[in-house]
């Protein structure tokens, strides 16, 4: 009888060994072994303690992952916080960038565009334009842009007078004209809503009287900028808006708040000459009627002293006739006595103590030979009297009061463009 270790490795055991022990009872004529007895697992001998010691190891993990619960189909964990990367979406060759754009993003970006450089207008709206007539096909299209314009043109500050350019120029070259009417007339009906709240919204809280005044300011703008064109003669403006302009600062003036005013001082600053001029070729006063209801707020209205005096500077504007110079008399003609002009072209002159004068100064001619003198002392020739470039001998310092004045400007200059 022969007794046998056989080491089995078991590639489910992950690497342990099983020793069995076997009795060969006897061997048979062909040679092959007979087994008698079953299979045993006996311990092994202290030349294994390590791979029993791993084994051990192994059990244990074993058993871990036989009680665990996780799962290779779970969802995948991310901790909070942690953003994912996800791979940019491919990009179509043969789609164009704009053609992603809508229609208010394309027109939001080209009003912003005329915002910050407005000189670019000239240059740049035949190319606007082109795009637009391009784009704007339908008459649900047309209303779009129509709102669009005129809500940014309301909204963005400083953008009127480029908006109402742009609404000028659209008007003449839009080419798509429905049944409902033209970007003009689409333009028009706009305006006139917002015409017909103009009794609410002077009396409406502080936000909407800023979009109401807004809307005046750009309907300013509008008018002199809309040209409608005749069969006969120059194109006209809008009288429909001569109108509009006049009731809007009779409802400003109803309700004379600050922010009323300082909307109705704007306007009449911006359009008063045009709307003198043309109400006195109709022969209508209401330029005058305007006037009176200024100077009936300035006696009984409670309004700012700094609003008081923007009020009072604009009746002195219009008694100046709005700050306009007339034809002087002919050049032939001209002499100090018949025009008021006479000297305007004339130089400034300072005297070596700084006080100025011009040619319409009694003591002109006396003066003005002093500074002939000085010149000659400064610029001898003969070397007598120094050298010419002493004059700049002296360190260039401004005066105190002039650099404190220069730094002022240089900050308000500073906050203005940051605004």
């Given at each position: 009888?022969h ?29 092959e ?9 006996l ?6 303690a390590?791979?029993t ?5 192994f ?48 027109v ?5 565009h ?16 082109a ?16 709102e669009?314009i ?5 909204a ?9 350019r742009?609404?000028?120029?659209l008007?003449?070259?839009?080419t ?5 009417g ?12 917002e ?6 919204a ?7 009287q ?6 005046v ?5 509008l008018?002199?900028?809309?040209e409608i064109?005749?069969?006969k003669?120059?194109?006209n403006?809008a009288?429909?808006l001569l ?14 708040v ?30 005058e009627?305007l006037?009176?209801?200024i100077e009936?707020i300035?006696l ?18 219009r ?6 110079v ?26 070596e ?16 030979q ?7 002392y400064f610029?001898d ?17 401004m005066?105190p ?6 730094e002022t400007f ?10």
């Amino acid at each position: 009888m022969h007794h046998l270790w056989l080491s089995v490795p078991l590639h489910a055991t992950r690497g342990r060994h099983f020793y069995f022990a076997i009795t060969l009872s006897r061997v048979t004529s062909n040679g092959e072994f007979v087994v008698k007895g079953n299979f045993k697992r006996l311990q092994p001998s202290a030349s294994y303690a390590n791979s029993t010691s791993t084994s051990r190891g192994f059990n244990e993990v074993d058993s871990l992952v036989q009680s665990s619960k996780l799962s290779a189909s779970a969802a995948e964990f991310v901790p909070s916080g942690i953003m994912q990367y996800e791979d940019p979406p491919l990009y179509d060759e043969n789609t164009s960038y704009y053609d992603e754009q809508t229609l208010a993003e394309t027109v939001a970006d080209f009003l912003a565009h005329l915002s910050s450089s407005p000189g670019s207008f000239e240059s740049d709206v035949e190319q606007i334009t082109a795009m637009l007539n391009s784009w704007v096909t339908t008459e649900e299209l047309l209303n779009e842009l129509v709102e669009l314009i005129y809500t940014q043109s309301t909204a963005i500050p400083n953008f009127s007078y480029t908006g109402a350019r742009l609404c000028n120029y659209l008007s003449h070259h839009l080419t798509i004209s429905p049944p409902s009417g033209n970007f003009r007339q689409l333009l028009l009906k706009r305006c006139q809503n917002e015409f017909l709240q103009r009794d609410a919204a002077v009396r409406g809280d502080p936000e909407t009287q800023k979009k109401f005044h807004s809307y005046v300011l750009f309907l300013g703008e509008l008018y002199l900028s809309l040209e409608i064109k005749s069969a006969k003669g120059p194109p006209n403006r809008a009288t429909i808006l001569l109108c509009a302009l006049k009731d809007l600062m009779i409802s400003l003036f109803s309700k004379p708040v600050d922010a009323n005013l300082i909307c109705a001082v704007k306007l009449l600053k911006l359009t008063g000459s045009v709307l003198d001029d043309t109400w006195k070729e109709s022969g209508q006063q209401h330029m005058e009627e305007l006037i009176r209801r200024i100077e009936n707020i300035l006696l009984d209205a409670t309004c700012s002293r700094d609003v008081r005096q923007m009020l009072l500077k604009l009746v002195e504007l219009r008694s100046s006739d709005w700050g306009r110079v007339r034809a002087a008399a002919a050049a032939s003609k001209a002499t100090p006595d018949n025009d008021p002009n006479y000297f305007m072209n004339e130089p400034t002159f300072y005297t070596e103590d700084g006080t100025p004068f011009t040619a319409a100064d009694p003591d002109y001619a006396e003066k003005y030979q002093e500074i002939l003198d000085r010149q000659d002392y400064f610029n001898d020739p003969d070397g007598e009297n120094g050298s010419e470039f002493d004059l700049y001998d002296t360190e260039d310092e401004m005066e105190p009061e002039i650099e404190e004045a220069y730094e002022t400007f240089c900050l308000e200059a500073e906050k203005k463009r940051k605004q």
